[in-house]
């Protein structure tokens, strides 16, 4: 069944052959191809939560979540397939319909799974896409044969928008780009920029996100003319980073955000942005950043409010309350895992927290009972021997471990052996500059150096002195 569902999350991301090369080099390492875990049992309200999306976006997360929440799936098709029938059915409709008939025959409810649209439906809701279509190609021309720049950008806006509107995100993304040639201000470059990283998210063109947030930022636009532009750039250059595994570069752009402008159904919610950035901050940042970085940060902060468990899950780690901690990452990572942008990224950030935690939990003692660490943490003592084996392996702590009394200890430093190492250092470092003073001051003596008095020049300007020199003779005088 999951099958079908894939089928349909291919027919409606459809990327384009002449872009493949672009986005090759966009995926990171093994990422791109790591699976991703299924939802067994989630508290996730799925009409609250898709309420804040709107467009492809709320379509595409419905289908993830399809995919990967089987108990969610019935209610995720419903929801998919209400809104192709109000935005324009296409074959990708009639697969979801089919797919949801036979999830419900399957869990003994076929009376939710409603109507099948017929081929007429599908043919009628077509032709009348091709006419709006044609309508604007035509009036697109029309416009180009008048040679009127402003005209021309607008007919290429109305045609991407439709592009966009129907899932044909690649060529909405050329479309816009040709409202290069005809935008006559910094107001036409910044909208050309907007709508061409709204195409490029959904298919996960990363390259094109990045310079066209670039060039936005660029313009030279007043804020009273784009409210809340910066907020849109800096969440759309997050959800690249993110993407591209860059997540200190992630959490630094999330950070930037104003709630109060982040109005963005098209790409993310404001509870997405405080989730985004409050993990990608716990994984990268340290203990002074994160305070001063996202607690202390007035703007974050309101993000923060309205995604409880994050504010409470960051605090418990600044203060470090790290058994509190691990209870809050492990209530909502159901939740996160239904999230197509952080899917992939959840386990991977949620063990460099973990690390971080061990690491902090560890670094005053010399010395740490395991069952009792154990107990912090919330595993077995073997798991966590395991846990700190690969830790000192990969020299994030510097420690051994006591198998048989259960006890970790740092590991010693040889104070002796580190002052004297030190000493030695500073002593060849003296002795290097003290040998380059004496030459330096030797050959100023010899006149070995470009200068304006009359003489022999050598190459450069410098005087050739005599070979009878007696700074030539010998150790230069010293």
């Not at 910066?230 to 630094?252: D, K, P, Q, S, V």
């Not at 997405?272 to 902060?301: H, I, M, P």
């Not at 460099?352 to 935690?357: A, D, G, T, W």
């Not at 060849?428 to 003596?445: E, G, W």
């Amino acid at each position: 069944m999951s099958m079908e569902i894939d089928e349909a999350m291919g027919m409606q991301v459809e990327a384009g052959v002449d872009d493949a090369d672009d986005r090759s080099s966009d995926h990171v390492g093994p990422a791109a191809a790591r699976e991703l875990a299924f939802v067994g049992e989630t508290s996730l309200d799925l009409e609250r939560y898709i309420a804040a999306y709107s467009g492809p976006t709320r379509r595409r997360r419905l289908i993830f979540i399809a995919k990967q929440c089987p108990s969610l799936r019935i209610a995720a098709l419903q929801i998919c397939l209400h809104d192709f029938r109000q935005s324009g059915l296409t074959p990708e409709a009639v697969q979801l319909a089919y797919t949801l008939a036979d999830e419900c025959q399957q869990a003994g409810c076929p009376d939710r799974a409603g109507l099948i649209p017929t081929e007429a439906d599908v043919q009628n809701a077509t032709s009348n896409m091709i006419a709006e279509h044609d309508a604007l190609e035509a009036a697109l021309k029309l416009h180009r044969t008048n040679m009127v720049k402003e005209s021309v950008r607008v007919a290429y806006t109305e045609l991407g928008t439709h592009l966009y509107k129907h899932g044909d995100f690649n060529t909405a993304m050329k479309t816009f780009q040709r409202c290069r040639d005809y935008s006559t201000s910094p107001a036409h470059i910044v909208q050309m920029c907007l709508s061409i990283i709204k195409a490029a998210v959904q298919i996960t063109n990363w390259t094109h996100v990045h310079n066209h947030v670039a060039k936005a930022m660029s313009a030279g636009v007043a804020e009273k003319d784009f409210p809340g532009l910066e907020t849109e750039l800096h969440c759309a250059a997050g959800i690249a980073h993110l993407a591209m595994r860059n997540f200190e570069m992630a959490a630094t752009e999330f950070l930037k955000a104003d709630v109060e402008h982040c109005n963005l159904p098209h790409l993310l919610s404001r509870r997405d942005v405080a989730a985004y950035g409050s993990l990608c901050a716990l994984a990268t940042f340290s203990r002074t950043e994160l305070k001063q970085r996202v607690l202390d940060n007035s703007a974050f902060k309101e993000f923060l409010e309205l995604y409880p468990e994050m504010r409470e899950m960051v605090k418990a780690f600044a203060s470090s309350r790290y058994g509190a901690c691990l209870k809050t990452m492990h209530a909502f990572q159901s939740e996160l895992l239904l999230d197509c942008n952080l899917s992939e990224h959840v386990g991977f950030l949620y063990n460099k927290i973990r690390e971080k935690m061990i690491s902090q939990y560890f670094s005053p003692f010399s010395s740490v009972d395991l069952n009792k660490m154990a107990a912090d943490f919330s595993c077995t003592v073997p798991e966590l021997e395991v846990e700190l084996t690969e830790l000192i392996a990969a020299d994030i702590i510097q420690a051994r471990i006591d198998s048989d009394k259960q006890i970790l200890y740092a590991r010693q430093v040889n104070i002796r052996a580190r002052t004297f190492r030190k000493a030695i250092e500073v002593g060849t470092a003296y002795k290097i500059h003290t040998q380059a003073v004496l030459l330096r001051a030797a050959m100023l003596k010899a006149n070995m150096h470009v200068g304006s008095q009359s003489g022999q020049r050598g190459p450069g300007g410098a005087r050739r002195p005599d070979m009878g020199d007696p700074y030539f003779d010998g150790d230069m005088g010293f």
